[in-house]
């Protein structure tokens, strides 16, 4: 019989099994996404009922089978509980799950998507801006899996300027002369987005910033909402679906 295995997770994703158990979705930092089979954590009278919720970061022991994971301890390390008294700011954590359920792998190093994740629900249980927040997560998890988007200069002539059109399918930007010329034959049939100078710069942020101060800007609605729409467009091209949770959110 194998060793059992112990580590933490945040969980992403919970499943009701039967009247008394769950699959969790786990996301760890040294295992990747595990699924684990939890038996009788929905009863009341189970000690594990408290870190076996969505959202919980937990100190888990896993008893593994070929491919399979049980459950056999778990302490809660953190539930972040703020989070459920607000119904935007639950529909976007749900929103994140998600994202990170479809992004994740297994048998991989996944610390520092995790650390963004827990680093984003904790934000998230502060006065920071929903968008802020939002639009974050979005571009700094596509880098964590390796998909930074290059915005050093055009894709056709390297020209640096202020501002862009951004290609959100193959996350690069073209400057303005080589866009309206339809030089490197652009094709209007994709769908470029104008990234004006305070979006690129805070995009550039972002990218660039140390992992703790990821969050330490501010910035005007306006530029939120242009931000976010940026953000969220080169997710969803980059993932090639959309998302019931996102859809939701955005309905409140």
Do not use: W
């Not at 972040?80 to 954590?93: G, H, N, P, Q, S």
């Not at 996350?171 to 034959?185: A, E, I, K, P, Y």
Request: net charge negative; with cysteine; aromatic share 10%.
């Amino acid at each position: 019989m194998a060793e059992p295995i112990k580590t933490k997770g945040l969980v992403i994703r919970e499943t009701a099994v039967g009247e008394s158990d769950k699959i969790l979705t786990v996301l760890t930092p040294d295992i990747g996404k595990i699924s684990v089979y939890c038996r009788g954590v929905r009863s009341i009278k189970s000690h594990r009922i408290a870190a076996a919720q969505l959202f919980c970061y937990d100190e888990i022991t896993l008893i593994p089978k070929a491919d399979k994971y049980t459950l056999g301890e778990a302490a809660l390390i953190e539930n972040f509980f703020d989070i459920r008294a607000d119904i935007v700011k639950f529909a976007l954590a749900q929103y994140f799950a998600d994202v990170l359920c479809e992004i994740s792998i297994e048998n991989e190093d996944q610390s520092e998507l995790l650390s963004l994740a827990l680093n984003t629900l904790y934000t998230l249980t502060t006065d920071k801006s929903a968008t802020l927040v939002k639009s974050v997560f979005e571009l700094r998890a596509l880098c964590a899996i390796g998909l930074t988007p290059d915005l050093s200069g055009c894709d056709v002539c390297s020209k640096v300027e202020n501002e862009y059109y951004f290609d959100p399918i193959g996350g690069t930007v073209r400057c303005s002369d080589c866009f309206l010329s339809g030089v490197g034959n652009v094709g209007q049939e994709r769908a470029y987005l104008l990234l004006r100078r305070h979006v690129l710069r805070a995009m550039e942020f972002i990218i660039g910033a140390n992992r703790k101060r990821i969050f330490a800007f501010t910035a005007e609605t306006e530029l939120l909402d242009d931000l976010s729409d940026v953000c969220e467009k080169y997710l969803l091209a980059q993932v090639g679906r959309g998302f019931d949770s996102l859809n939701f959110y955005k309905s409140l």
